[in-house]
Antibody
Framework: QVQLVQSGAEVKKPGASVKVSCKAS????????MHWVRQAPGQGLEWMGI????????IYAQKFQGRVTMTRDTATSTAYMELSNLRSEDTAVYYC?????????????WGQGTLVTVSS | QSALTQPASVSGSPGQSITISCTGT?????????VSWYQHHPGKAPKLMIY???NRPSGVSNRFSGSKSGNTASLTISGLQAEDEADYYC??????????FGTGTKVTVL
């Protein structure tokens, strides 16, 4: 069965970086795009970006450009989202979700979420 | 890219129908038929309820339906049940080749 298993909660200081992982199983990892979405406390869902199935091309939301890097390791079927220069507003639950190319059905499966807390 | 606009809350009694609107622009909802809807309980993974404006993934109740007119998409829940109480978000593909989420709507079953 399809599973996306994310790494555990993180606590970081302002200015630091965090790298969240999302390990896929139950399907061919390289056949699907991977989205990253977050939800800050009391806020709505926010789309951060996508890493595409073909060649790992990335597209980021303008808000995160310059601070976010999405990568993947096809050998271990794991996607990564790294966010740098963290500030308190980045405290959120981060989710990965897959999408079949040209299906425009983002997130038919999602990871369980990773809580990132930014605090001095 | 600004968030799509949804009402903050919608409520209804069991068995009733409710509709959640999602208003965008000519660069997203009006341009593409790539609107999806998610049910979300905070702290849990979102659940895809509708994609491609009107399509239901396998396993989603036919009480959930979607539509679109111009730059506004809508999610209708018919025969409202207690288990439908959750937050609901729309999302659309955009002409910037990105996605944008709606502001979210809290559905309360009275």
């Amino acid at each position: 069965q399809v599973q996306l298993v994310q790494s555990g909660a993180e606590v970081k200081k302002p200015g630091a970086s965090v790298k969240v992982s999302c390990k896929a199983s139950g399907y061919t990892f390289t056949n699907y795009h991977m989205h990253w979405v977050r939800q800050a406390p009391g806020q709505g869902l926010e789309w951060m970006g996508i890493i595409k199935s073909s060649g790992g091309t990335t597209i980021y939301a303008q808000k995160f450009q310059g601070r976010v890097t999405m990568t993947r390791d096809t050998a271990t079927s794991t996607a990564y989202m790294e966010l740098s220069n963290l500030r308190s507003e980045d405290t959120a639950v981060y989710y990965c979700g897959r999408e079949y190319p040209d299906d425009y059905r983002p997130g038919d499966y999602w990871g369980q979420g990773t809580l990132v807390t930014v605090s001095s | 890219q600004s968030a799509l606009t949804q009402p903050a809350s919608v409520s209804g009694s069991p068995g009733q129908s409710i509709t959640i609107s999602c208003t965008g622009t000519s660069s997203d909802i009006a341009y593409y038929n790539y609107v999806s809807w998610y049910q979300h309980h905070p702290g849990k993974a979102p659940k895809l309820m509708i994609y491609g404006v009107t399509n239901r993934p396998s396993g989603v109740s036919n009480r959930f339906s979607g539509s679109k007119s111009g730059n506004t998409a809508s999610l209708t829940i018919s025969g409202l049940q207690a288990e439908d109480e959750a937050d609901y978000y729309c999302t659309s593909f955009t002409t910037s080749l990105t996605y944008v989420f709606g502001t979210g709507t809290k559905v309360t079953v009275l």
